[in-house]
């Protein structure tokens, strides 16, 4: 079993399900032939072996993408005969093939020439672990009452033996998992943003502040929000987070946001709309034709406007993947020729129409036109950011990454 919980995965979501897949299975099969402790075990380290296969999977691309540019700084201290950069970036690729490259590696052995490569890597693991802690959490809970109503069962049935082996288990387990709860509690206190990515942000709102009427920006003195029907909600995904009950509740970013010609927003939303419907953004002062939308549509894609000085972006962008239950990330890149919007950390689509957010300047969070008519959300939302430039595609990925 101790072997078992050091193993770390994707998404929360995934073990829930996978947890609940096995609370069915063996209750149903508990109720006809409460079976030996093995049979409960199979069922959890298949699920734990599923997970460790795609969490194996995300470290070897980051892994991959990582060396590359290593290989590529080798290259340049290796053109200035500077020996003792050579060395050092040898060891790391020896570390990256050698499979022996972790988070403890890295702080334990600091390699000044590839520094902000590093930071840039460490700002993907972490989260990476901590997801899997959580996750593992969240798996071993449930397995945990699942072995309990097996050791109920078998004490009704006489089986006083089988009873003592499954409690042990349990016991064990209880162990571990208050172990790695200490773990996350001091690990995860604070969780800085990822310094790669504060270049160009204008305004991030984590919600984690205590004030209820405003939205405090992270990022700058201005540009904080104010809370108009909307509620901070605690113990959400991420720590606190915003919630909507529908069109008349937004939050109103006081001042004007500066004029942009590139601009990228983000944000983490739980949509509980109607049709999955609501505005997520927007920035407009009702002169018309001049407007900044950005807004779910249906659960199918998001609607996009923003035609500001001279510009004719204006249309849809379809979602190539499924709409996952519970929290999404949503990433709009604006660039001055295109428009890119990510999903969960990848590319779902791109509007070739130039667009600007370049005046008419009066911005709002939970409200937004969608094509058809102006929409409220009903939901909860987290972590928006906006920032003055396009965010390239593994900035993206590791926004996703990042979970506070």
Request: aromatic share 6%; proline share 2%; hydrophobic share 35%.
């Amino acid at each position: 079993m101790r072997r078992a919980l050091s193993i770390m995965s994707r998404d929360v979501g995934v073990l829930i399900a996978a947890a609940l897949a096995i609370g069915s299975s063996v209750s149903a099969r508990s109720q006809e032939n409460p079976s030996e402790l093995a049979n409960y075990e199979h069922l959890f380290e298949a699920r734990l072996k599923q997970i460790q296969d795609d969490e194996s999977a995300q470290t070897a691309k980051l892994l991959t993408s990582y060396r590359k540019r290593v290989e590529e700084a080798l290259a340049r201290y290796r053109s200035t005969g500077d020996l003792e950069a050579v060395r050092a970036i040898r060891g790391e690729i020896e570390r990256i093939d050698g499979g022996t490259l972790d988070l403890d590696a890295i702080r334990e052995n600091p390699i000044s020439q590839i520094e902000s490569l590093r930071a840039v890597l460490t700002s993907s693991l972490e989260p990476i672990r901590e997801r899997g802690m959580r996750q593992e959490l969240a798996l071993t809970d449930q397995y945990v009452k699942l072995l309990g109503e097996l050791k109920t069962t078998l004490v009704k049935r006489g089986q006083d033996e089988k009873a003592i082996e499954v409690n042990q288990t349990i016991e064990a387990l209880i162990e571990t998992t208050n172990d790695l709860r200490k773990k996350l509690e001091m690990g995860n206190a604070v969780r800085a943003f990822p310094s790669v990515l504060e270049s160009g942000l204008v305004l991030r709102y984590p919600f984690d502040d205590e004030d209820p009427a405003q939205a405090i920006n992270s990022a700058s003195t201005k540009w904080e929000g104010r809370m108009s029907g909307v509620e901070k909600v605690r113990n959400s995904e991420f720590g606190s987070a915003a919630r909507f009950s529908g069109i008349t509740d937004r939050i109103l970013i006081e001042d004007e946001l500066p004029d942009m010609g590139q601009m990228t927003f983000s944000v983490w939303v739980n949509n509980g709309g109607d049709k999955q419907n609501g505005g997520i953004f927007s920035d407009f002062d009702g002169a018309g034709a001049r407007d900044l939308f950005f807004s779910i549509v249906q659960s199918e894609g998001v609607h996009l406007r923003a035609d500001k000085d001279g510009a004719e972006l204006k249309g849809m962008v379809s979602f190539d993947r499924p709409w996952e239950e519970g929290w999404n990330h949503l990433v709009w890149v604006m660039g001055s020729r295109e428009s890119k919007v990510y999903l969960n950390g990848r590319l779902t689509g791109v509007l070739e129409q130039s667009g600007s957010n370049r005046g008419n300047h009066g911005a709002s969070i939970g409200y937004a036109h969608n094509g058809g008519e102006y929409v409220g959300f009903v939901g909860e939302m987290d972590e928006v950011c906006i920032w003055r430039r396009t965010l390239t595609d593994r900035e993206v990925e590791m926004l996703y990454q990042f979970k506070p």
